[in-house]
């Protein structure tokens, strides 16, 4: 079960979306592996070549880390130059002595993503957590009018579950 939130733009009032975790349709192996008809969904949730480079590890003889609910799933990341948040999916990958995670980049400033703190229980994104690793407070960009904006204050949130 995933959690989505609702956010409203301030100045125009178009709706960000941001869903987390993983629904329970999703099955690890559905995931990492696919079935007889399907890739794996990972190719839905990552870009091509990264996609390409984890099933690469996972035919080596790699192993996808799926020991808790939170350990693979939609995460939110943020932009350490733009401070802006971001969701996108998290999973680790280990094969020997290596431990492979996606690395992402801000499509504004080509930045590297980093994963927001606090997201143990993977589906909160509370006040606290709407803040990066060095207390900064993180915003979310309208992706229709660019405007940027806190979400807490943004005054009309909802909450939904996924399945
Ligand atoms: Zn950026
Ligand atoms: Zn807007």
Not at 13 to 30: F, H, N, V, W
Not at 37 to 45: G, I, N, S
Not at 104 to 133: H, I, W
Request: aromatic share 12%; hydrophobic share 30%.
């Amino acid at each position: 079960m995933g959690s989505g939130y609702v956010y409203h733009c301030p100045d125009c009032g178009e709706a960000t979306y941001i869903a987390l975790g993983i629904g329970s349709e999703y099955t690890p192996q559905k995931i990492f592996y696919g079935d007889d008809a399907d890739p794996p969904l990972l190719k839905d949730f990552l870009p091509y070549q990264m996609y390409c480079n984890a099933v690469r590890m996972l035919h080596d003889g790699g192993v996808p880390d799926t020991t808790h609910s939170g350990s693979y799933g939609q995460k939110l990341y943020y932009c350490p130059q733009c401070r802006t948040l971001k969701v996108r999916f998290f999973c680790t990958i280990v094969k020997d002595d290596q431990i492979w995670t996606p690395v992402y980049s801000c499509e504004l400033c080509g930045r590297s993503l980093v994963l927001a703190p606090n997201q143990e229980n993977g589906d909160d994104p509370s006040r606290d957590q709407m803040a990066g690793a060095d207390g900064d407070v993180l915003r979310i960009r309208c992706m229709k009018c660019g405007r940027v904006y806190f979400a807490p204050e943004s005054g009309c949130t909802s909450k939904i579950m996924w399945d």
